[in-house]
């Protein structure tokens, strides 16, 4: 899959900042009503106040729209970040950093945000980066540099599709994004692009995100989402619009995305405290994503555990990204390689010397830590279809 282009192609240097901006507070779950044009919410404050609150109510943490001071200060207000459109260019907005006329009026909105913790970041490209227009790939990276320039202490999300040039961004954007909507486009390259972004970002100081297609079946939206987790996504973007109405403020208490949320709102904070995974492994599959039957392996490309691993997985079908805290402690994220179907997962530990295992697992229904009993050095539990779960783990033989 050609992610990259040929080295006698290598853009310009436009001397795209280094350093890497504020790690994330918090996993980021993007609400969107449409980018790239003008303001898509309502104008009025008592409106998008609304609106903000029942964002927060249904399980969004971040909205991605055109930026306003007052707009900034509700999302304050009500702990929702700012996720800015640089590419608004219609009246009522006149934000596009590609647009020399307008360029200025982003840098202003840069320099008054810097080190703001009601913003998230800025949102700079969602297609492919050798499209991005007018311009390119080198164009793209100009751009990049101004925003790092004017403001060091955001993320910027640079997207593209199926991860297609993402190894040719300069610097330090902060995000690289991509979408790949399988569930509706084809299975075929979700474990690919997976794969690569998640590989990219351990050799970079960028984390990974990604758009997600709202599926009819929670269960597949979940799929795709806690399979990404375990890669080490730190931010989602919903494509496009949600469970709250832009320009009444109005929540749909029945859509999708709640059912999704339910399942992964208590994560949020915890997913950001777990940083990017050492490595992510496989188990062999017997069944696909979608439960069909198949040919019992680690498919291509993704890597199966190490003989001599700490953690090995008797029983069930999952990928398992591995973690480890900053306190020392080592954490497993269980994601299910099936959308579709339950795992009974068994997964034995290597006990250190001198020690025995001590594991919990994250309560995704209440939040917090509940210790769970070993059985030989070994933890069993039920791992839902399209399910994720997070388990911490001292006293083992980990590196």
Not at 144 to 151: E, P, Q
Not at 388 to 396: K, S
């Amino acid at each position: 899959m050609p992610h990259g282009v040929p080295a006698q192609q290598k853009p310009k240097d436009f001397g795209v900042p280094l350093a890497p901006p504020d790690p994330p507070e918090e996993f980021a779950v993007a609400i969107n009503f449409g980018y790239g044009q003008g303001p898509k919410e309502s104008d009025d404050p008592v409106v998008f106040e609304k609106l903000l609150v029942n964002i927060k109510k249904a399980g969004y943490n971040t909205i991605y729209c055109v930026y306003r001071d007052w707009r900034l200060e509700l999302c304050r207000k009500h702990k929702v970040k700012m996720m800015i459109d640089v590419l608004a260019h219609h009246d009522g907005a006149k934000t596009d950093v590609r647009r020399a006329e307008q360029r200025d009026a982003v840098r202003k909105i840069c320099e008054k945000v810097r080190g703001d913790k009601a913003v998230w970041g800025y949102n700079l490209w969602n297609e492919r980066l050798d499209k991005f227009a007018p311009g390119g790939i080198d164009a793209m990276h100009e751009n990049l540099a101004l925003i790092r320039k004017w403001d060091s202490t955001h993320p910027v999300w640079v997207g593209t599709y199926f991860g297609y040039f993402l190894d040719r961004v300069q610097g330090t954007a902060g995000i690289l994004g991509y979408y790949d909507y399988h569930w509706s486009r084809g299975l075929g390259l979700h474990y690919n692009t997976i794969t690569h972004c998640h590989k990219l970002c351990q050799s970079r100081a960028d984390f990974f995100g990604r758009w997600i297609l709202v599926n009819p079946d929670p269960r597949k939206s979940l799929y795709t989402i806690n399979t990404s987790i375990a890669h080490g996504m730190k931010v989602m973007i919903w494509f496009i619009k949600g469970a709250v109405d832009p320009m009444t403020g109005e929540l749909n208490p029945n859509h999708e995305h709640l059912k999704v949320h339910k399942e992964i709102r208590m994560l949020y904070g915890e997913i950001a405290e777990l940083g990017k995974p050492i490595a992510v492994y496989s188990t062999p599959m017997t069944r696909t994503m979608d439960d069909k039957e198949r040919a019992k392996d680690v498919p291509r490309p993704l890597t199966a555990f190490p003989d001599d691993h700490w953690a090995t997985v008797a029983s069930g079908e999952a990928f398992v990204g591995v973690f480890k805290y900053d306190s020392g402690a080592d954490a497993l994220y269980v994601a299910n390689h099936n959308a579709l179907r339950a795992q009974k997962m068994v997964i034995s530990l290597k006990p250190a010397k001198g020690k025995k295992p001590q594991v919990e697992m994250f309560n995704r229904d209440k939040g917090g830590w509940g210790n769970v009993n070993l059985r030989n050095n070994s933890v069993s539990f039920d791992l839902g279809p399209g399910l994720g779960e997070l388990l911490r783990i001292t006293g083992v033989e980990s590196p």
